[in-house]
């Protein structure tokens, strides 16, 4: 029973403060124009196929129980001209992913096939195939998550973008500048919806924000750590320890609601300007204040019954689970000594997150844009030139099986002719 009851008062706990309706970006994608542009991906040397031979061909090939080579999958992708197409692309992907030639699907692949959705209005197709990568072998490079991102971004479908930042987060792929901002944008702006978030959802976003916050200074990255660990912690008390960390890259050890106060005491010691944003703060301050209340209902009701039920349910919970639960009062008492620090030193940030992060999209995305653009050039040069290798062997090889055809023949009739 008291385990139900705080998982009930738990979900009612809302994300995040209320804050005034900022909107300092106007409607429209994050990235430059140049930036997500295809006139590069479109130049290189085109291989046309009929799609209809190349699907009879493939067919016949797995009829047989031969491998598809990963030439075949990349043809069929880069000619696809349809939304129609689009969809049988799937089906031959998910094909190609099990078959023996599975670990073969080339990055360009991946990334010709995220360009072809967003150009034929099957969006919802990428984002099945990335979030179901196990099944399609869909693993994008940053880049190809960039321009994914930002297409979310650009229909205002956070929750969308929220969910490739997850599958960036999964990666751990938040080392380019224009990851981490175009992923933050994306976190803060889908919680200032106040959105009603099941126990996953919380993880993911807890996660991500706390592991994208890692990689970015000042006050937006202790804010997104803070606001990160405060997520994980809820979840933690919760479900467990167990249920925070499983087939995620976080620590396993419990005590995220205290990593979350350690981002606060880092602050208020730091000698610098860096500040929490007030909602991050806010945030976790009503969720320890209804983890108490949760917790004291929990009580009260266990004694009622004369302790029989609490007694069997604590035996049930996992000890060190047990434990971080028993620290909440420690953890409420201590974030009221913090909280009055950083307001005495001027250590909060009365700016919500989502506006630190708008302003910091106007500072230094347009700058980071630049390195990425030469990388994605050299990129696409090398995966040129891999794609062109594969072409002659292939060459050679049905040059090869066509000679050896021919003198197997040529050795036949002559046999018949002895």
């Known amino acids: 029973m008291a385990a139900y009851t705080l998982k009930r008062c738990l979900g009612a706990v809302k994300v995040i403060q209320k804050c005034g309706n900022h909107s300092f970006i106007a409607r429209r994608c994050l990235l430059s124009t140049p930036y997500t542009d295809t006139k590069l991906w479109d130049a290189r040397e085109k291989d046309h196929q009929n799609l209809a031979l190349l699907a009879a061909l493939m067919d016949r090939t797995y009829d047989r129980n031969f491998p598809v080579s990963s030439l075949s999958i990349s043809r069929f992708v880069d000619n696809i001209s349809s939304r129609e197409e689009v969809e049988q692309a799937e089906y031959y992907l998910y094909k190609f992913r099990h078959s023996p030639n599975c670990w073969y699907l080339r990055d360009w692949t991946v990334h010709s096939w995220v360009r072809q959705c967003l150009r034929y209005g099957a969006r919802d197709k990428a984002l099945h195939t990335v979030k ?7 693993f994008p490079d940053v880049f190809t998550f960039n321009i994914l991102i930002d297409s979310f971004i650009k229909d205002e479908d956070f929750k969308g973008a929220c969910s490739v ?11 380019l500048p224009t990851t981490q901002i175009l992923s933050l944008y994306a976190l803060s702006n889908y919680l200032a919806t106040k959105p009603e978030l099941s126990m996953s959802e919380e993880r993911a976003l807890g996660a991500s924000l706390l592991i994208s916050g890692l990689k970015q200074d000042g006050s937006i990255g202790v804010s997104a750590q803070l606001l990160g660990c405060a997520l994980l912690g809820k979840v933690e008390m919760a479900a467990g320890i167990h249920a925070v960390f499983r ?19 880092r602050v208020a010691a730091a000698p610098g300007d860096g500040r929490l944003s007030k909602d991050a703060v806010d945030y976790l301050a009503g969720l320890l204040q209804d983890l108490s209340s949760a917790s004291d209902s929990s009580s009260g009701e266990d004694d009622e019954s004369g302790g029989e039920e609490g007694k069997k349910e604590e035996e049930e919970v996992d000890e060190d689970d047990q434990a971080e639960r028993d620290k909440l009062p420690l953890y409420a008492s201590r974030f009221k000594d913090l909280s009055g620090q950083l307001q005495s030193r001027g250590k909060v940030d009365p700016s919500p997150l989502q506006v630190l992060v708008s302003s910091l999209v106007q500072q230094s995305l347009a700058s980071a844009e630049g390195p990425d653009m030469e990388q994605y050039q050299r990129k696409v040069g090398e995966w040129e030139a891999e794609r062109q290798q594969l072409i002659r062997r292939e060459k050679e090889m049905r040059e090869r099986a066509e000679e050896d055809r021919r003198a197997h023949q040529a050795a036949k009739a002559a046999a018949k002719q002895g």
């Open 132 to 138: 179901n990568k196990v099944q399609y072998g869909m």
């Open 247 to 265: 087939g995620m890259p976080l620590m396993w050890t419990p005590g995220y609601l205290g990593r979350a106060l350690a981002v606060m005491e």
């Open 165 to 175: 930042v997850e599958e960036v987060m999964l990666q751990e792929s938040f080392d």
